[in-house]
């Protein structure tokens, strides 16, 4: 299993363009989330799915949109990038949470520059 | 509502001494209660987690924690320190909702 995957490693991009971060897992997981780290601060969640067709907000989903159209996939997107983004994105996956126990699986990240 | 609360910023041993990283919760009902770690340019890999069974937890590479409800504490430590330890630390408790609060993280430096 190659766990959970994330392209590209790095990016920059202008301001004002738009780009996918591409998120797939093997795992069959229900569950998928969107993180950013931002330098020195703990992970925030941007948005999360808990099935394909269903998606929903997470703290800091604002400049961001989401799709989840297969289990496997869960594409995040960027319209109109701005230097507030720059950040490392993180995506997730899980099991559906059984009681209060879970854990979530990470990819390596994407490290996006936006000038 | 959940939070976390990582007590230092910044922790820096010499290689061979104990490690002790330290994280307060605050939750309403019997949390799960997770350490991962971030090597510098890495992914996040989960250390530990504690969910409800036995209050001392044992992780990987050496790293155990030992949940304390009337202390609403999550410590994590490991008797002896190596140099691959440095990285950061992130203690996390799961949230009402199934979702992942983090803490701000603790920054480990291991000296020779």
């Known amino acids: 299993n190659a766990g959970v995957t994330q392209t590209p490693k790095f990016r920059i991009l202008k301001i004002g363009q738009s780009m996918t971060l591409q998120c797939t897992q093997d795992?069959?997981?229900?569950?998928m989330y969107w993180y950013r780290q931002d330098p020195g601060m703990g992970l925030k969640l941007i948005y999360y799915?808990?099935?394909?067709?269903?998606?929903d907000k997470g703290e800091v989903p604002n400049g961001y949109n989401v799709s989840r159209s297969t289990t496997e996939d869960f594409p995040l997107r960027l319209e109109l990038a701005a230097p507030s983004q720059t950040s490392v994105y993180f995506c997730?996956?899980?099991?559906?949470?059984?009681?209060?126990?879970?854990?979530?699986?990470f990819g390596p990240g994407t490290r996006l520059t936006v000038t | 509502a959940q939070s976390v609360t990582q007590l230092d910023s910044h922790v820096s041993v010499s290689e061979g001494t104990p490690v002790l990283l330290r994280c307060n919760y605050s939750?309403?009902?019997?949390?799960?209660l997770f350490w991962y770690v971030q090597h510098p340019n890495k992914g996040l890999q989960l250390l530990l987690k504690?969910?409800?069974?036995a209050t001392l937890v044992k992780g990987i590479n050496g790293f155990e924690a030992e949940f304390k409800k009337s202390e609403t504490s999550f410590h994590l430590t490991k008797p002896s320190a190596h140099m691959s330890d440095a990285a950061e630390y992130f203690c996390?408790?799961?949230?009402?909702?199934?979702?992942?609060?983090w803490g701000l993280g603790t920054s480990l430096a291991v000296n020779p």
């Open positions: 996390v408790v799961s949230g009402n909702n199934r979702k992942l609060i």
């Open positions: 939750s309403s009902y019997s949390p799960s």
């Open positions: 504690y969910t409800s069974a």
């Open positions: 795992m069959n997981h229900n569950y």
């Open positions: 799915s808990v099935g394909a067709g269903i998606t």
């Open positions: 997730a996956s899980s099991l559906p949470p059984g009681g209060l126990s879970y854990e979530q699986y």
